[in-house]
C-alpha cells in the first residue's frame, strides 16, 4: 500500500489533538506504522490549526503535507486547508459543500443522537475509521482503553458515537473512497518525542529537573511531574529559567543527576549558568526545544536556529557537550548519553531538540535502550586527602558531594585552586587549571559520534543534514534517486565537540537546514575548512520534508 496522509484542521480547543490522538492509536491497534505531527497557533482557542497522520505499513517517520482525507471541523479550516487536498483526496466537512465532500454534522449528530455535543469528536473519529477502511471494533478497543475510568454510561455513548459517525461515512463514501486497511499481525511502539526524553532522563537515573514551561519544551517537565511516584524524579516548577538552571546545578552539585528543560528565550536566560556549570564542574543536562526566534518569535513552531547560539553559550571557555536527536527513539539514546557524559566529564550537556520532534509521534518496531546508565562518583574511600579540581593527566578531577563521606566538597564559580579556594596566582595556577578543564576536551571528542553516511559511495552531490531534519532528507534522496540524481546523505547528531571526519571530496556538499542562515554550514566551514556552494534552507516556522527539499535541490541546480 502507498503512504495515506489523514489531515485534521479546526480551531484550537474543538478537539483536533482528540481526534488524531484516537485514530493514530487506533491505526497502531490495526497493526499500521503510524507518524503524526502538529502545526497550531499560539492560542489557546481559535485560530487554525491542524493535526496530520502519516499512515503506512511500515514506518515512515517524515512529515507529509499533501491529503488523501481532510477532515475540518469549521468552515475556516475547510478554507484555509483543501489546497493540501490531492486531486482525488476526500474532504470532510459538518456542512455541504462542494461535489465530493462528505457532509457529515459531527455536532448535530452527538447532540440530537447521543445526547451531547461532547461526543461530537467521537463521531468524527467513528467517520475517519469508515473511509479509511479501518475495522470499527478497533477503534471500540481503543475507545474502551481510554473511557474505562469514566464509568459504562459513558463508554457505551462513545461506542454509539462512533458507529453513527461509522456508518454515516461509510454510506456517503460511494466510489470517493477507495481505501482499506484490515487488521494486521504487526506490533509498533508509539511514542513521542517529548514523552521520550522524560522516560529516558528517569532510565538514566535522573533525580531531579526543574523548569519553567516554554513551548515546545513543556511536556518534559509535565510528564516528569504527572510520574513523579512512577519515576522516582522530583519536579520543581521554577519561577523563571535562571532559577530553573541554578535549582539544577544544585541538585548536581548535592550528587543527583538532574535536568532542566526550555526553549530559545528561556535557554538566554540561563546563559550564566551554562557558564557556571564549566566553571565549577558540576554535571547538568539542559533540553534546548528550538522554534523560530527571535525574542517570542513563532512560539508554537518549529525550527533548528539555535545551533550556534548553544554551541557557543556561555561567556570565558570550558567545555561542554552539544547533542541533536533526529526522533525520539534517538532522543531516548541521545538522554541517557547526555547523563552519562555530563557526569563523566562533568559539564554541561546540551540536547537540541524542536517543535516537530517534540510534537511528533513516530512508529517503531522495537524501543530497546542500546545504552544504560554509567556513573562517575568517586569512591571516598580510596581518598585521603580530597581535592575537588584535582589537576589529573586527563583533567577529570574526582567529584564527591557533601555528606557522601568526612571529606569537604568546596566549589567555587571564581578561578580556585585544586582544593575549590579562590585563586589569584596568574603565574602557575590559573594557566593550571584553563588547562585542565579544556583537557577534558580531548577525551570527548574520542567519543563523540562521527555522522551518519548514506549511499555517498557514487554520490555526485550529497546532502549535509543534522537533529530532526534526517527522515525528510532521507526521503528526498528517495526521490531524487528515482529521478536519476546521484545524491547521498551525512547526518550530524553530535555536533560540539565535531570528530574528527574525512568529508568525500569527489561530491559537491550542501546543508539542508530549517533556519535561514544556514548555520551547519558555517560551523563545517570553520571547523573544517569546507565550501558550500549552496544550500537548502525552511525558515517560515514549517517543518522540511522530503517534497519541498527536492524541489528547492532542482530549483538551484536547473
Not at 29 to 45: C, D, L, M, N, P
Not at 170 to 195: A, E, K
Not at 510 to 532: G, I
Request: proline fraction near 5%; aromatic fraction near 8%.
Amino acid at each position: 500500500m502507498e503512504d495515506l496522509n489523514v489531515v485534521i484542521a479546526g480551531a484550537a480547543g474543538e478537539g483536533i489533538q482528540t481526534v488524531g490522538e484516537v485514530l493514530a492509536k487506533t491505526l497502531v491497534a490495526q497493526g499500521y506504522a503510524v507518524f503524526t505531527w502538529k502545526e497550531y497557533e499560539s492560542r489557546i482557542r481559535g485560530g487554525l490549526n491542524s493535526y496530520s497522520i502519516r499512515i503506512g505499513e511500515a514506518p515512515k517517520n517524515a512529515p507529509l503535507f499533501k491529503a488523501d482525507v481532510l477532515l475540518a471541523l469549521n468552515q475556516g479550516a475547510v478554507e484555509k486547508y483543501q489546497d493540501l487536498l490531492k486531486e482525488e483526496g476526500v474532504l470532510m466537512a459538518q456542512e455541504e459543500g462542494k461535489e465530493g465532500v462528505i457532509a457529515i454534522p459531527f455536532e448535530d449528530i452527538a447532540k440530537k443522537e447521543v445526547g451531547k455535543k461532547i461526543y461530537a469528536n467521537t463521531v468524527a473519529v467513528g467517520a475517519l475509521v469508515g473511509v479509511l477502511g479501518v475495522d470499527l471494533e478497533t477503534l471500540k478497543t481503543v475507545l474502551k482503553q481510554i473511557f474505562s475510568s469514566k464509568g459504562e454510561e459513558v463508554q457505551e455513548a462513545n461506542y454509539q458515537a462512533a458507529e453513527i459517525g461509522f456508518e454515516r461515512a461509510q454510506r456517503d463514501c460511494q466510489d470517493m473512497c477507495p481505501w482499506s486497511l484490515p487488521p494486521r499481525d504487526n506490533t509498533y511502539f508509539f511514542v513521542g518525542g517529548n514523552d521520550a526524553i522524560p522516560i529516558a532522563a528517569a532510565y538514566a537515573g535522573c533525580r531531579f529537573i526543574s523548569a519553567y514551561p516554554m513551548t515546545p519544551s513543556t511536556g518534559i517537565i509535565t510528564f516528569l511531574s504527572k510520574a513523579q511516584d512512577r519515576l522516582g524524579v522530583f519536579a520543581e516548577q521554577a519561577e523563571d529559567e535562571i532559577g530553573a538552571i541554578n535549582m539544577a546545578l544544585g541538585a548536581g552539585y548535592a550528587g543527583a543527576r538532574a535536568m532542566t528543560a526550555t526553549s530559545g528565550g528561556g535557554f538566554a536566560l540561563m546563559v550564566e549558568g551554562i557558564s557556571m556549570a564549566g566553571m565549577t564542574e558540576t554535571p547538568v543536562v539542559v533540553v534546548l526545544a528550538q522554534r523560530p526566534g527571535p525574542a517570542t518569535g513563532l512560539p508554537t513552531r518549529t525550527a533548528q536556529g539555535d545551533l550556534l547560539f548553544a554551541i557557543n553559550a556561555g561567556h570565558g571557555e570550558f567545555l561542554k557537550l552539544v547533542l541533536a536527536p533526529y526522533d525520539a527513539k534517538d532522543a531516548f539514546q541521545k538522554t541517557v548519553r547526555a547523563f552519562n557524559l555530563a557526569d563523566k566529564y562533568q559539564i554541561p550537556v546540551i540536547l537540541l531538540t524542536d517543535q516537530l520532534l517534540a510534537d511528533a509521534h513516530y512508529s517503531y518496531t522495537d524501543f530497546e535502550p542500546a545504552t544504560s546508565a554509567s556513573y562517575h562518583l568517586a569512591d571516598p574511600s580510596e581518598i585521603d586527602h580530597y581535592k575537588r579540581y584535582h589537576l589529573s593527566s586527563n583533567g577529570i578531577s574526582p567529584r564527591l558531594y557533601p555528606g557522601q563521606s568526612a571529606h569537604l566538597v568546596c566549589v567555587d564559580s571564581d578561578e580556585h585552586d585544586e582544593q575549590g579556594h579562590i585563586t589569584e596566582d596568574l603565574s602557575k595556577t590559573v594557566p593550571a587549571m584553563v588547562e585542565k578543564r579544556l583537557t577534558k576536551g580531548e577525551g570527548l571528542k574520542n567519543e563523540v559520534a562521527p555522522p551518519e553516511e548514506i549511499q555517498i559511495e557514487d554520490a555526485e552531490v550529497v546532502l549535509v543534514g543534522w537533529g530532526s531534519a534526517r527522515a525528510a532528507i532521507l526521503e528526498s534522496i528517495h526521490l531524487l534517486r528515482e529521478e536519476d540524481v546521484k545524491v547521498g546523505m551525512i547526518h550530524f547528531t553530535e555536533l560540539w565537540p565535531l570528530p574528527d571526519y574525512r568529508f568525500p571530496e569527489n561530491a559537491s556538499l550542501l546543508t539542508v537546514e530549517n533556519n535561514a542562515t544556514a548555520q551547519l554550514a558555517r560551523l563545517l566551514r570553520s571547523e573544517f575548512s569546507l565550501s558550500f556552494k549552496e544550500n537548502i534552507r525552511r525558515y517560515d516556522g514549517l517543518p522540511l520534508t522530503g517534497e519541498y527539499i527536492r524541489r528547492q535541490f532542482h530549483a538551484q541546480h536547473r
